[in-house]
């Protein structure tokens, strides 16, 4: 009977495909960085949701044919040592991106119309939080994607419901890859030029929003992050936040996570902070627990999609 070692919770639906088709699961419903690893060596798949998976770890698990992550990211896991065994490492595709364009689109719109304020303006007796005239209207306002994948493409046509003029940044892409939205050449004239900013690619070696960048944002501007802790300063968003030269911003990721109890954007009422959630709808869960099951039976059935099989660097 082969052996599927679960690291995380996930949607009992991907945990009963597996066993419907006779496999051994062992499930560890704690997100524990570590809990997993004892488990390991008699592995045949890894499902992992949002723990790291390092070359120490993969060597101990001699039978280890296929890790299947419970997601798109893969920041955390070592891509070279699963390669050098000959091991692919599955994403879940689509099944997400649409989830997560629309947790950036409540993002943008909770922060452009003070979402947090007026409730709690409400909740403290305080009617005249009205008159403020502090929110704001999406309609058209510019709003910058950056990174226009699939996320990005499907909040452009979300924003684009609103009347908002929509700008992509993407160096990866050709100019054919952006048609209906406006294409950026630089993103330092970009960011000059937008109101809303909202992020949506991989993490990288640099930060894409550092100090010097976001002094260049538009006064005012609103800043949306759904795609990976570290690609904004933090604190220099604080800054900006409690300076006034940005009106709101909207975070579902952090460089730390959970973001430690002194972190700057959390005695910021300007600033609306979620759990790298985005994606976590029963419906999306749902989802990327079967799809990523899926994977595990197909890679054993020799028909993997090398569509989701991502690739080592270099």
Known sequence: MPHAVIAGPIHAAGVALLKGRGWRCTHFTEESPDAYLAALPEADALLIRTQSLTAEAIASAPGLRIVSRHGVGYDAVDREALAARGIPLAVVG?????????HAMMLLL?????????????????????NSLAPRELYA???????YGRIGRHLAAMAAG???????????????????VVRAETLKDALADADFVSLHLPKGGETVLDAAAIARMKPGAVVVNTARGGLIDEAALAEAL????????????????????????LDCDTAI?????????????????????????????????????VTPPG
């Open 242 to 265: 409690r300076s006034g030269h940005l009106g709101a911003a909207g975070l579902d990721v952090f460089e730390t996570e959970p973001p430690p109890r002194d972190h700057p954007l």
């Open 141 to 147: 306002r510019t709003l910058l994607i950056v990174g």
């Open 273 to 309: 902070l979620t759990p790298h959630s985005a994606s976590l709808t029963a419906d999306c869960a749902e989802r990327m627990a079967l799809r990523s099951a899926q994977s595990i039976l197909d890679h054993f059935d020799g028909r993997l999609d090398p569509g989701l099989v």
């Open 94 to 102: 689509d099944v997400n991106s649409r989830t997560v364009a629309e």
């Open 162 to 180: 609103f009347g908002m003029r929509i700008v992509a940044f993407d160096p990866y892409l050709e100019a054919g890859d952006f048609e209906g």
């Open 110 to 130: 909770a922060a452009a119309r003070r979402a947090l304020r007026s409730d709690r303006a409400v909740r403290a007796g305080d009617w005249a939080y009205r």
